[in-house]
């Protein structure tokens, strides 16, 4: 018997998409995308399409094991969750009862964007415990600063709009790769006469079919924002008006960017000062026009200050106020669920701490994990790790530090995955987690404002769990007695739609089990969605705010702009951005995917000094670590650029050695968030 069974896609992408998944005798045998749903419109990308294979992939992890053999090696043995639990349960006792309950560390992120398996009952376990609180950092929180001093809050125009724009500038965002259902909005907005710019260092495939793409350095996109507003002001084209009704601060702003030439943006950015101009008449003129900015712009040293004056751009020229103008980076704050009840932070004050607990930053793992934060001791250390939903064995940065950490024989560590990964291979107690076709979860988005529920399509395999269900028996084994510990699936989500906010006026756990996705109330049924049309935002003065006093562009240190002391050394800037077929790192039990991560592009002229052919075998290195690829030659790469897709598995690597090897542990401009773009780096031909 064939039936369609509903799910949502649960990966770490801006599309959050409706999944149909085709069920044959019990066995799902093809995932298609809902064409009912406004933005998934029947269509999945080519990850997902190729889903079911990694659902019923021979490596998945099925029962919950025990570390045998040294760290890291990855032999385990087989035991029950009985035993997994309390062993589990008695370790971190003695642990918190030894070193104090902060000197344990909850690690996770978005390997699934579900907020039940993502941020319920594990932040109530933690808080419970009174263990050190993780800042999540690792993808967005430098944007995230960023327009919240801009704007407030994360709201966007939504991807349904762009088909009304006539000027659209994907700027940092790789959209085919990494937001591939914004695209057919941007082919219909092409049909009717659309400009595509494309502001991107590396010729992405998106790069490549916009009618202009400007191949910015990398970390100099506020200069260009910045020099934008220079010609706006100066040659009229600035609407004043909405200025000076909804925005603070843009007066001395003006007066500041006169420095902003075009023939000094240009030396920056590497665009010609011709380039910048026409640009800049376009996005003022050829109406509406509209930003998408992806979080590429803010993986540098430079990311926040960039995006703050990006996202000032729709204010100078009034383009919020237009059916396909304005800008989008996130949508997130469309979903003012109820987290808090979610994830009981006054637990805390019950803890054995008694009080809010110290927040390390998930970007400086490697550091955190050897004891120091920038060299000031940390106290209590590190000695439990509880890892889900994230594998920072591959993706966090200055890979060796992580790795070191990870292989201390004093640090008990706890994974909770799907498959093996270069975390899971450090891991003292492994379990088995349940896919998103498997479980019952909650999706908000951030690229789009329809909320979805899932409930599970398949049954899990072997004795894979949910997180949910781990965390309530981990509780339960730890004596926790607070009845938030009972709550049952069903129990959480009505807790999270519990929200007194009109933009989930509504929305039930009935109506959303007959629906499955329904919009947010941002607008009345029916209208677009204007989120600062009407000069409402939300910040501090309620206003749109220009921070006069941090627009003010210095290259990043570690750039080829920045002049820093190693250029001598380490001359090439390494732009290791997100590739089509992988998802951050996982779907990195794939050979095919670990051998296209095992390549590196670069311009023919940095190849030829390097005595480099295609398809020779190289190492790229810095002071960080070293990495052996194969050598690809491509003539659209800017010369000074390399580029290695991520994120592979380390242990799919030829030489066992991630690309994270060579990226840094500093902090960006705001917001603590990692640096991966800012990377520089040598190449040389490896040995034979
Ligand atoms: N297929 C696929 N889809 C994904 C992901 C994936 O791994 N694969 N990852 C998901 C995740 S976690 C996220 S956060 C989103 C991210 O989505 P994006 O932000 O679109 O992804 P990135 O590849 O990080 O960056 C986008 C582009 O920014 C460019 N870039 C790098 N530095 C600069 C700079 O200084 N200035 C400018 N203007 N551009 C720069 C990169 O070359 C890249 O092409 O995508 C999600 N979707
Ligand atoms: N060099 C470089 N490094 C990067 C980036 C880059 O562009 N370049 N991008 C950065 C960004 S933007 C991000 S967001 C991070 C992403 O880093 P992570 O958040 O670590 O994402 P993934 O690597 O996809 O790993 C997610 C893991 O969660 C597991 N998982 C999925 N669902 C579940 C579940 O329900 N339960 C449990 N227990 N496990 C589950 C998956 O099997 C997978 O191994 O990487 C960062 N690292
Ligand atoms: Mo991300």
Not at 196 to 214: C, E, S, W
Not at 412 to 436: C, K, S, W
Not at 594 to 620: L, Q
Not at 636 to 656: F, N, Q, R
Request: with cysteine.
């Amino acid at each position: 018997m064939t039936e369609l069974r509903r799910s949502v896609c649960a990966l770490d992408c801006p599309d959050t998409c409706a999944v149909l998944v085709q069920v044959e005798d019990g066995r799902a045998t093809k995932l298609m995308g809902d064409p009912h749903h406004p933005v998934t419109r029947g269509f999945l990308c080519a990850k997902v399409t190729q889903y079911l294979e990694r659902e019923y992939h021979p490596r998945r992890l099925l029962y919950p094991q025990r570390r045998v053999g040294p760290k890291g090696e990855g032999r385990f043995e087989r035991i029950s969750w009985k035993d997994a639990v309390a062993e589990i349960a008695h370790r971190l006792q003695s642990i918190a009862a030894e070193f104090g309950p902060e000197s344990i560390l909850p690690y996770s992120y978005a390997g699934t964007m579900g907020l039940l398996n993502g941020s319920s009952m594990d932040r109530r376990f933690f808080h419970r415990l009174g263990a050190s609180r993780l800042d999540r950092t690792i993808c967005s929180s430098t944007g995230t600063a960023a327009l919240n001093l801009t704007l407030g809050q994360r709201t966007g125009t939504e991807p349904e709009q762009f088909a009304h724009s006539r000027c659209i500038i994907a700027w940092g965002a790789s959209v085919l790769n990494t937001n591939v259902h914004l695209w057919p909005f941007i082919v219909e907005a092409r049909r009717a006469g659309a400009k595509l710019y494309v502001i991107d260092p590396l010729p992405t495939k998106t790069a490549r079919l916009a009618d202009v793409h400007l191949a910015i350095n990398p970390g100099s996109d506020a200069a260009l924002a910045l020099g934008m507003m220079h010609i706006l002001f100066r040659d009229g084209l600035a609407d004043r008006e909405f200025l000076r009704q909804h925005c603070d601060g843009w007066e001395r702003v003006e007066e500041d960017v006169k420095a902003y030439t075009p023939t000094k943006v240009s030396a920056w950015t590497g665009l010609s000062a011709e380039q910048i101009k026409t640009l800049t008449r376009d996005y003022a003129t050829i109406r509406p026009s509209i930003i998408r900015m992806n979080y590429g712009i803010q993986r540098n040293e430079r990311g926040a200050l960039a995006c703050h004056a990006v996202s000032l751009l729709p204010a100078v020229i009034g383009s919020w106020k237009e059916v396909g103008g304005g800008f989008q980076l996130s949508t997130s704050s469309g979903f003012p669920l109820n987290r808090a009840a979610l994830e009981r932070p006054e637990l805390q004050n019950v803890s054995p701490l008694g009080r809010e607990a110290r927040l390390l930053n998930m970007a400086e793992l490697g550091k955190i994990l050897a004891g120091a934060l920038d060299d000031m001791p940390l106290a209590p250390p590190v000695k439990a790790l509880v890892v889900y939903n994230s594998n920072p064995g591959a993706i966090a940065p200055n890979q060796n530090r992580v790795h070191d950490g990870l292989r201390r024989e004093d640090l008990f560590t706890v994974v909770l995955e799907q498959f093996q990964t270069d975390t899971a291979r450090f891991a003292d107690i492994l379990l088995p987690a349940t896919t998103f076709l498997e479980h019952t979860d909650l999706y908000a988005a951030y690229g789009h404002y329809h909320l979805q529920l899932a409930r599970p399509a398949l049954a899990p395999p072997g004795e894979c769990r949910p997180n949910v269900d781990v965390f309530r028996d981990l509780a339960k084994a730890m004596g926790f007695e607070d009845p938030c510990f009972d709550d049952t699936d069903d129990d959480l989500l009505r807790q999270a739609l519990d929200s007194p906010h009109p933009f989930l006026k509504g929305i039930t756990l009935e109506r959303l089990e007959a629906e499955s996705s329904i919009r947010a109330s941002v607008s009345p049924e029916g209208t677009p969605y204007l989120p600062h049309a009407g000069g409402v935002f939300g910040t501090p003065s309620g206003r749109c705010e220009f921070h006069p006093e941090r627009l003010k562009y210095v290259p990043p240190k570690e750039s080829r702009l920045g002049g820093q002391d190693a250029l001598g050394s380490y001359p090439l800037e390494l732009i290791s951005a997100k590739m089509e077929r992988g998802l951050n790192s996982t779907f990195g039990y794939r050979e095919d995917l670990n051998a296209a991560c095992g390549e590196a592009s670069f311009h023919p002229e940095d190849a030829a000094a390097r005595s480099i052919a295609p398809g020779s075998s190289v190492r790229i290195f810095n002071r960080r670590g070293s990495v052996r690829l194969t050598a690809r030659l491509d003539a659209a790469l800017k010369p000074g650029i390399v580029s290695i897709p991520s994120v592979g598995w380390p242990s799919g690597a030829v030489d066992g050695q991630g690309v994270n090897v060579l990226t840094s542990d500093a902090l960006s401009d705001l917001g603590g968030g990692p640096v991966f773009y800012s990377c520089l780096v040598q190449a040389e031909l490896a040995e034979p």
